[in-house]
């Protein structure tokens, strides 16, 4: 979370070890990459003019080291490769092709994801809260890291991955703030945190497809 004290609780030895964290995060995959990449400097603007202070050095050495992971996953020579496939077919085609396979993605991982955040922040808004920075932060990553895979020449299921990890920190980050302002949706809260406990691992398994049986 986003707090006014920045630096009060900072981490130990973290200008050393957020380099090695921000290539990894750069570099997982295609969407998750940049999208992280401009949250960190949509994070540092916003604490220069929404917080007039000044960003820590981590924070800049988080937002460099996962723009140069973006850079070399997207340079790799297996996203030149795949790209090569659909060299031949026309804009539309490509277009219509990656299209589908966004949407396929959305509703076969994805809609559970959005379904849930979407009744979270509608509730949550009706109780009395206001969205905070960093969930707003948090949900334009999670449609921006979403729209970019239409420039991927495929989005493979584990591409779902870190967008259903941003849509269950943003679901816990709603569910508590409407249990602080109306006790009377604790039990709700409960159900639906075992259901996102149940549908993350069913949705892990069979993305991943492991042999469980």
Excluded: H
Excluded at 18 to 47: D, H, K, Q, R
Excluded at 125 to 144: A, K
Aim: glycine share 6%; net charge positive.
């Amino acid at each position: 979370m986003i707090t006014k004290e920045p630096e009060k609780r900072k981490l130990r030895a973290i200008d050393f070890w957020i380099i090695p964290l921000g290539l990894m995060t750069g570099w997982s995959n295609e969407n998750m990459g940049p999208a992280c990449c401009v949250t960190a400097v949509i994070v540092i603007l916003y604490f220069i003019k929404g917080l007039k202070t000044k960003p820590p050095v981590w924070m800049w050495l988080g937002a460099v080291s996962s723009f140069v992971g973006s850079v070399l996953l997207i340079l790799a020579p297996g996203n030149f490769a795949r790209s090569a496939t659909v060299a031949e077919k026309s804009f539309t085609t490509v277009f219509c092709e990656r299209f589908y396979e966004l949407l396929m993605a959305g509703t076969s991982y994805l809609f559970p994801t959005l379904l849930l955040v979407l009744l979270l922040v509608l509730v949550y808004l009706q109780v009395g809260n206001r969205l905070q920075p960093f969930q707003i932060i948090l949900m334009s990553t999670f449609i921006l890291a979403f729209g970019a895979m239409i420039l991927s020449p495929t989005f493979p299921n584990r591409a779902a991955f870190g967008l259903m990890v941003i849509g269950i920190v943003l679901s816990v980050s709603f569910a508590q703030g409407i249990e602080e302002k109306d006790e009377s949706y604790k039990k709700y809260i409960s159900l639906l945190s075992l259901y996102m406990w149940i549908y993350g691992v069913y949705s892990l398994v069979t993305a991943l497809k492991l042999p469980i049986w």
